[in-house]
């Protein structure tokens, strides 16, 4: 019986959502509304579980090495909660300073070692490669990422040869959009086959039920 | 001066630390960037209570004014105190709400995973819909934009095979040789982009909610 | 007659987007409702991931990353258990972790069903690692240790109890990680885990990133790509195992097919209503 | 049966693990036939009389990281490792002792390392250089930041409020900084017209950082007593809770204006065909390569990836900014300069190794192997 209601209120909400294609209506407005107080909760719940109590309390309790350092993140995170009292509210920003530096710091670096270096080292290819073909594939992409870095120089007029090379990369860009915008169409038609599979096995079962 | 010298410095000094100590294996800086990882989600956990305070006062403000559509305020209110409630319950019972099994993960199957799928499932309409509207061959940008995408969406499914066999190959070369350098220039500029910016936040020049 | 011609092709440009939404919902159901099927060809990037498995000697330990939600279980999943079916089938050992803890009880759910089909053991051929916050934090340092993170399985069990895990320390004694993502977790355990530990890698990805992360393919930096629906099916030809993948590229076909129809109407819309603007 | 062969090819040598924090020992082995099926490695230390099991060792790379956590830095360890054939077992134990040590600096990055002082000297000059001489420096046309204090101007003449919708990523993400930086222009330009602005955020912490950030927007445009913080709200931190939420309030207040700035995930396309499907304006920001090309179709304008990272300079156009944008430029064409030089030194190399000469191919690997 559990197990029906379940599919009865799983399949439901998915009609709900769907009725959003036709139009703003109350159905939607109900599924909505439950969906972001749910979820609200959930993570909620999730943050108390994942990370208050793993990444605080259980180290703390456990006398793990290292955890005294987490009374780095407490402090802020307490300050975060001065934005409850306007008058010590400013002291939210060293916070926020905080969680910044942190992200400038970890982009930075991650940026150059982890996209910047293997992404150039990809792109010196030779132009000869002993084969036709391959030594054109090279060339291709080795035009492409230059065209495509000269369209994003901002410092500089683009008129004269860097006008012309990045009117090339901006052809090149849109291709590679495409290519996007094609490859995807068959990602989202499987997500709604996945769902329209859902409705009408639940449908079938359902029938079989009665 | 507190207000704002004090959060310039505190970006410079972590951002600093984080970039040097990222090339020092030697204990005790080599786990730095992880723990700074760490310390970032423990800041995260206490903020989050903030933001529940702004949604769940947002609701309130519509119950109290008897705003239009009010009564959907106390939907949101039930679905938050289901999964609130039901949470709370889990975690005492079986110290993890998470567990496979509990009344939390039961309310988590029927109701957040159908809503979640349908949600992205509404994707594939509003991609129709899309193509539909905005790809009209209006000048060359749009037109290589359009050509390449109906190539590669007949590519990618065996009708696009019996149309023309070598098509499947042609949408090969376009992703793995012609988009690639876009691709690539694309993500390298973003790379730099996001250097340069990380270096203007250490170094103070970009202060967008400071001053 | 030319200007009935005219209105009808302007009327066709501003067309109710429901009724494209109606056809489309269409062309998906019917295939779904009257199992209607197509073949598939495998595609350089798919077979190559399949190589990269296949050339495993047998114990051979593959790590599988968990990093979808429902939302995307329907490209995901199927490619999970593809995967699962090829590595019990040549005996290799199977860990799985997961990085979206929303999708803990749907991977789980798969790796039991198709263990259950191959008759393995939890614990000696296969088990789960379950979730630990902290992303980026958690990936490095497995690297030196997993029981640094994970002190136990996702019912927590400790690691050392369970007979596969005790000579299994680090991303030394794991021979191939395949991480099935639908968001930034695949970027990581490139950027970090194959750039940090020379990590031998696979991807499996929904379709939408599959172009993005062709670069990494190409430099080298994971041995395989498997993108989207298509690829899983792809991947259940090559383990000889048809499932939902095969299913769905009839809809997917036509739904493509009405697509393409849509924009080539649009355009000639778009080109009537330019030639008579200029006309007039 | 173990069989010790002891004129065996094999050799096997165990050595600290380079550019670590210590505690580990890479054991390498050598000369192995191709034949071997699987090889364990052991491992002894002062004191000990048996060898432990210690892991097994790749039949790929015939390398073993041990990593125990028992291994204590500066104490010397013995490792034997057996190599199984079809029909026998090989040991063989390593000629020296491997030990432990933590490094001060990982060599592995020293490409890193240089490119980062190149690229920040670069900047620092170019900052130096734009505070010396402001004059002369120039920052390409951005049609889509152009358009926001028209967008702001149309929304307020239909009486419509604006929309700010945050992308998912946190405040970590060089694309949500970004966004602030865009949203305090918007935010002015609605205190200036004195039209409602409606703010939603994915992330607690961005919240926090846009409610800061609107508020010093209301103040620089001189109405610091119009700003209110309930405008600005956090809804859920679930990918799809937060796009039904931002899509039920775009079709219920139907804005005129709708700027979606940050890194989006699959959301972009639902959030902009509804923005759309209400009649907005719509200005897209991200640096998420995978969804720019839904921004393309279903948006009025767009900030393709690192034009959303520019957007501070353009829109302060402070003279430190221009510099740093000028900085980062070189800094692209320096790394241009490298794949230049690069294609070139391999296709030459290429092309000499085909006529038989493989010096220059070998210099060309060596320098790709730095990287």
Known sequence: MIEALGIWVAAGLTLAIMSFLYGDNPIYKFAEHLYVGYSAGYWLIYTWHFTIKLMVIQPIAEKQPGAIFLVIPLFFGVLMLTRWFPRIAWMSRWSIAFTVGIGAGLTLTGAIHGYIIPQVKATILPLWTGNGFSSFNNFVIVIGVLTTLIYFFFSRPHTGVLGKTSKVGILFIMVAFGASFGYTVMARISLLIGRLDFLWSSILKLVHFF | MLKKQIPLAITFITGVIIVITFFIPHPPFGRLQQDALTW??????????????????????????????WWFSIIFYGGFLLSFITGVVSEVRFGDAFKIGSSFMYFYNTILIPLQSTMFALLAFFIASASYRAFRARNIDATFLLVTAVIVMLGRVPVGYMLWHKLPNLTSWILNVLQLGPMRGIMIGIALGTVAMSLRLILGIERTYLS | MNGENISFWEKLGKIDRR????????????????????????????????????????????????????????????????????????????????FWPLGLPIGNQGLEEVAREYGKVYGVDYMNLGYRPGDIAVMLRMGTEIRSVFYGDIKGTPLDSLPMMKNI?????????VGLEAGSMGDYWVQYVNARFKQDMILGVTAVMAAGVYPYLQAGQIKGLIGGLKGAAEYEKLVNHPAFGHIGMASQSWAHVVIILFIILGNIGYFMERRRKRGL | MILFILFSTITVKAFDTPNDGGGSITIKAYNVPETVKKALVYRKTEGDTTYTFAGVMSILSYRYVDANSTIKNGKPYYYRVDFYFPD???????????????????????????????FSTLVLVFIQLAKKDPEGLYIRKIPALDAIDEAVGRSTELGKPTFFVHGLLGITDAGTLAALTILRRVAKKVAEYDTPILVTNFDPIVMTASQETVKQAYTEAGRPDAYNEKNIIYLTYEQFGYTAGVDGLMVREKPGAIFLQGYFFAESLILAETGHSVGAIQIAGTTAKEQLPFFVAACDYVLIGEEMLAASSYIGREPVMLGSVKGADWGKAFLMGVIGIGVVLGTVGAILQSAGNGALMNVFEKILAFF
């Open chain 2, 40 to 69: 970032y989600s423990v800041i995260f956990g206490f903020t989050m209570l903030l933001g529940v305070d702004s949604l769940v006062r947002f609701h309130y403000r519509k119950l109290r004014r008897r705003e239009k559509g």
């Open chain 3, 19 to 98: 009724w494209i939404f109606l056809i489309i919902g269409l062309v998906v159901f019917i295939p779904i409702a009257f199992g209607l099927r197509m073949t598939v060809h495998v595609s350089p990037a798919v077979k190559s991931a399949y190589d990269t498995i296949n050339r495993l000697p047998e114990g051979s330990v593959v790590m599988i990353s968990i990093d979808y939600d429902a939302a995307s279980m329907p490209e995901l999943q199927p490619m999970l258990k593809a995967i699962l079916r090829h590595c019990f089938d040549k005996n290799l050992k199977v860990i799985l972790i997961n």
């Open chain 3, 169 to 177: 320390h680090n991303y030394d004694d794991i021979a191939v990680v």
């Open chain 4, 88 to 118: 026998t077992v090989i040991s063989v134990e390593s000629d020296s002792p491997g030990i432990a040590y933590a490094q001060w600096y990982d060599k592995t990055k020293t490409s890193s390392l240089i490119f980062l002082i190149v």
